[in-house]
């Protein structure tokens, strides 16, 4: 079969016009967003890693609602991390490098509240799975465990998942999953780096135009082309070279329908977000974001930062406090390293765009 042929069935499964998907994206997608996507065609995604499963119901209560009588295919993405172990030693040595931040911005230590961070997925996620029967689950940092996976396969959900090299394509590959996302080092947020011993080694992280050709060549399954595409020429290109499907996040963030923060839009909007890195600093994983005071002061990967994803905690005062003054400086500013498709128009008539060379 040509990629034209699997793109088109890749779509027909799962009743798209277009074989685009809206990127979950913690902290700037949700159901607003997903619903625009939806309506134009493409895969609507929930970003699941922050949600508690009763919000993950209401929302996609929300979109069927909303688009009664017409397919409403979602997909409802989790990380696949386990909570790390107390470690007070590494904890108290990362408060004590951001001290000078907390004197300079007059913030407590007191004011860390300390908490998961991000939502693994669990029984209780896959409690809602189940109940939800969503078109497709998809994971960052490789699988959960065989019991719950089972649990999504019987829920009649497509299982995707993220790969970073060809070795964990084939890995999802051999474990069963349905499609495999080859997300290439351009793109924005966490990696979803899970088979190396080593999450932080950042070498063996490849451009998406060099990682797709490879994973279609090396699986059997479909694969999602994810990092860098911004534009419908782009999508032509990236279909051209294997991909079923493209996702894409980076060029929403300015719609209206994302969430988005002002200062983040700010940011996306200016010259500082040519300057995107690879950073450990907001939460513990590399994940790539426009370059800001942080990470130019701390350097944009360090062994001071906690596992994943408990380093956000101690941040999290700095950013309440520099954001209230309009400033970015210890804000998660993710976004990918090409940010010309990114405009401040309504998902749907972006989505038009991207799919206009199709």
């Known amino acids: 079969m040509n990629s034209a042929a699997v793109s088109r069935d890749f779509a027909r499964r799962l009743e798209l016009a277009v074989p685009l998907v809206q990127a979950p994206m913690v902290g700037c997608g949700g159901t607003a ?8 065609g493409a895969l609507g995604s929930l970003p699941g890693a922050a949600m508690a499963p009763a919000a993950l119901r209401d929302a996609v209560a929300a979109l069927r609602a909303e688009h009664a009588g017409k397919p409403v295919p979602v997909n409802l993405n989790f990380f696949c991390h386990v909570p790390p172990a107390a470690d007070p030693a590494r904890e108290a040595a990362w408060r004590e490098a951001l001290r000078p931040f907390y004197d300079e911005l007059g913030v407590s230590p007191s004011a860390i509240a300390n908490g998961p961070g991000r939502l693994p997925f669990d029984d209780d996620v896959a409690d809602a799975v189940e109940a939800l029967r969503p078109e497709v689950v998809s994971f960052h940092f490789g699988l959960p ?8 396969r019987r829920s009649g959900a497509q299982v995707w998942s993220s790969a970073t090299t060809v070795a964990e394509a084939q890995w999802l590959e051999a474990q069963g999953v349905d499609a495999v996302i080859a997300q290439g080092a351009e793109a924005g947020g966490h990696r979803g780096v899970f088979l190396q011993a080593d999450a932080s ?3 063996t992280q490849v451009g998406t135009m060099a990682l797709l050709p490879q994973v279609a060549a090396a699986v059997r399954v479909p694969v999602i082309a994810a990092g860098g595409i911004a534009d419908a020429a782009g999508v032509a290109a990236a279909m051209r070279l294997g991909a079923a499907a493209v996702q894409l996040g980076t060029a929403f963030l300015l719609c209206p329908e994302a969430t988005t923060s002002a200062v983040h839009r700010a940011a996306l909007q200016s010259q500082a977000a040519r300057h995107t890195a690879l950073t450990n600093l ?6 790539r974001g426009i370059v800001n005071r942080l990470m130019r002061e701390l350097g944009a ?6 596992s994943f ?9 700095l950013r309440a406090a520099a954001e209230k003054a309009g400033l970015g400086d210890f804000s998660s500013l993710w976004a ?3 940010v010309s ?6 998902a749907a008539q972006l989505i038009a765009e991207l799919a206009a060379g199709l």
């Open 33 to 40: 967003l997903a619903s625009a996507a939806i309506g134009a």
């Open 145 to 152: 465990p065989a019991p719950l996976l089972a649990r999504v």
């Open 201 to 203: 080694d950042i070498t």
């Open 282 to 287: 907001f939460t513990g994983r590399p994940a």
């Open 301 to 306: 990967m360090s062994a001071l930062a906690p």
């Open 309 to 317: 994803p408990t380093a956000v905690n101690a941040l999290a005062p």
């Open 336 to 338: 990918g390293q090409n």
């Open 341 to 346: 498709g990114c405009k401040a128009i309504p």
